[in-house]
Nanobody, 127 residues
Framework: QVQLVESGGGSVQPGGSLRLSCVVSGYTNRNFCMGWFRQAPGKEREVVVTASPYGHLNYEESVKGRFTASEDNEKTTLYLHMNSLKPEDTAVYSC?????????????????????WGRGTQVTVSS
């Protein structure tokens, strides 16, 4: 069973940077999609980026050019590098994954399709 543990959240001023990490364990085959999601107070959870096991990354429009996802060579950690942070980026950021049986060419951007979740880490952007 896939297990996910996030770290790296915190408080930062507008324009600052943070790096989130999601350590992945408990799997044999890397046949699952991963994603970073976020949920701000009073708002619905939204996708930030999805990552396929083949290196495909798909970003939410508002973070393009500011956020970058990457994996280590062993594919045990998914990072989210966040630059030029804005107050509206304040949210709980969660790492998630779902196992696919046949590759469809893209990873789902719908949180309901993700079966495995980390506990989340708080990111606060405020002056």
């Amino acid at each position: 069973q896939v297990q996910l543990v996030e770290s790296g959240g915190g408080s930062v001023q507008p324009g600052g940077s943070l790096r989130l990490s999601c350590v992945v364990s408990g799997y044999t085959n890397r046949n699952f999609c991963m994603g970073w999601f976020r949920q701000a107070p009073g708002k619905e959870r939204e996708v930030v980026v999805t990552a396929s096991p083949y290196g495909h990354l798909n970003y939410e429009e508002s973070v393009k050019g500011r956020f970058t996802a990457s994996e280590d060579n062993e594919k045990t950690t998914l990072y989210l590098h966040m630059n030029s942070l804005k107050p509206e980026d304040t949210a709980v950021y969660s790492c998630a994954a779902y196992v696919f049986r046949g590759w469809t060419g893209y990873c789902s951007r719908t949180s309901l399709n993700y079966h495995y979740w980390g506990r989340g880490t708080q990111v606060t952007v405020s002056s």
